[in-house]
């Protein structure tokens, strides 16, 4: 079965860098039109959509409030995405979550990871 | 800026028949925004109900639909049970790659 698993939580200084990965098994990785959608979630609030890559032609997109920040980044080798995260602030502190998608046909949401807790304090 | 409206907060009856919308505060969604519903109750990862408009994912029950009414994506639950009492979140596509959430509804069964 489809399982993404996530690194685990990390606790980082204002201004490091984080970067969380998503292990992907039970499904061709880097099959046609699959993504890894990049999702976070501060402590009581909402999902805000961070980005994707194409798992095949490692294409990315960001949310343009983390463009220049973020970098979403794939190894097709041990089928893993990796989201990384500089300039960190408090307000980066959250629930990161990656999930696959899989888009035409279906345009299919089937699975998310457990989340990693990444909090930033000094 | 686009913005994904969600109502805050909704309450249905046990048993009773719900529907949560998703918006636009500028323009419609339509089948184009491949809009899906994604569920969360507390301390768990989201678990996406319904994709693609109305394509329910696998194991989600029949109570569960989607659909878009007049300008928005609708999510209806008939039926509604206490362990539907949780977060509901959609998103939306934007074009040029770029997706949105809504700010969730806190549904509550009362």
């Known amino acids: 079965q489809v399982q993404l698993v996530q690194s685990g939580a990390e606790v980082k200084e204002p201004g490091a860098s984080v970067k969380v990965s998503c292990k992907a098994s039970?499904?061709?990785?880097?099959?046609?039109?699959?993504?890894i959608f990049w999702v976070r979630q501060a402590p009581g609030q909402g999902l805000e959509w961070m980005g994707w890559i194409s798992a095949r032609t490692g294409g990315t997109n960001y949310a343009q409030k983390f463009q220049g920040r973020v970098t979403i980044t794939r190894d097709t080798t041990i089928t893993t995405a990796y989201m990384e995260l500089t300039r960190l602030t408090s307000d980066d502190t959250a629930l990161y979550y990656c999930?696959?998608?899989?888009?035409?046909?279906?345009?299919?949401?089937?699975?998310w990871g457990q989340g990693t807790l990444v909090t930033v304090s000094s | 800026q686009t913005v994904v409206t969600q109502e805050p907060s909704f309450s249905v009856s046990p048993g009773g028949t719900v529907t949560l919308t998703c918006g636009l505060n500028s323009g419609s969604v339509s089948i184009d925004s491949y809009p899906s519903w994604h569920q969360q109750t507390p301390g768990q990862p989201p678990r996406t109900l319904i994709y693609?408009?109305?394509t329910r994912s696998s194991g989600v029950p029949d109570r569960f639909s989607g659909s878009i009414l007049g300008n928005k994506a609708a999510l209806t639950i008939t039926g509604a049970q206490a362990d539907d009492e949780c977060d509901y979140y959609c998103?939306?596509?934007?074009?040029?790659?770029?997706?949105?959430f809504g700010g969730g509804t806190k549904l509550t069964v009362l």
């Open positions: 693609n408009t109305n």
């Open positions: 999930a696959k998608y899989a888009a035409s046909p279906t345009f299919q949401f089937d699975k």
């Open positions: 039970g499904y061709t990785f880097t099959g046609d039109g699959y993504f």
């Open positions: 998103l939306l596509y934007m074009g040029s790659g770029n997706w949105v």
